[in-house]
């Protein structure tokens, strides 16, 4: 399995952008879009023709089905993408003030080293309870 590594990132226009440095052929797919799902979508597309124009050029690429993407995500494109987190709460859990942390969502401010990792921790928390949950 080869892993590509994307990231995605909300540019000043709005619109959301998906880019690896991951070449498949003569290519380094990418993906944009108005939500994230959308430029993730479009980013998929893009590694499919970009293994056809590969192929249909005698250039080897990876099987579709060997390739697994891994996302590294913004803050605006990550609260875009996982649109169902309670920021409030979310706030409360992390232990940040709600207000910075709707600039971070907004894209109005970013967060220092110290706070992204308090956001990565409450979100690795969150997983671990959600994959130990059974219904």
Known sequence: ???????IEKGA?????VRTDFKIGRSFPGGFGDSVEEAKEDFAAAIEDAIEDARA??????????????????MPSFFN???????????????????KLRQYKSGIAY????????????????GSELSSARL
Not at 1 to 7: F, G, L, N, T, Y
Not at 57 to 74: F, H, M, T
Request: aromatic share 10%; proline share 3%; hydrophobic share 40%.
């Open 81 to 99: 993408y996982f649109d169902f987190i309670n920021v409030a709460k979310f706030a409360a859990l992390v232990g940040i003030n709600e207000s």
């Open 13 to 17: 226009d709005g619109l959301y952008a």
């Open 111 to 126: 967060p220092g080293e110290k706070t992204t990792k308090k956001i990565l921790s409450a979100v690795g928390r969150i």
């Open 57 to 74: 050029n005698g250039i080897k690429s990876p099987e579709k089905e060997a390739l697994k993407v891994v996302y590294k995500y913004d």
């Open 1 to 7: 399995m080869q892993e590509i590594k994307a990231i």
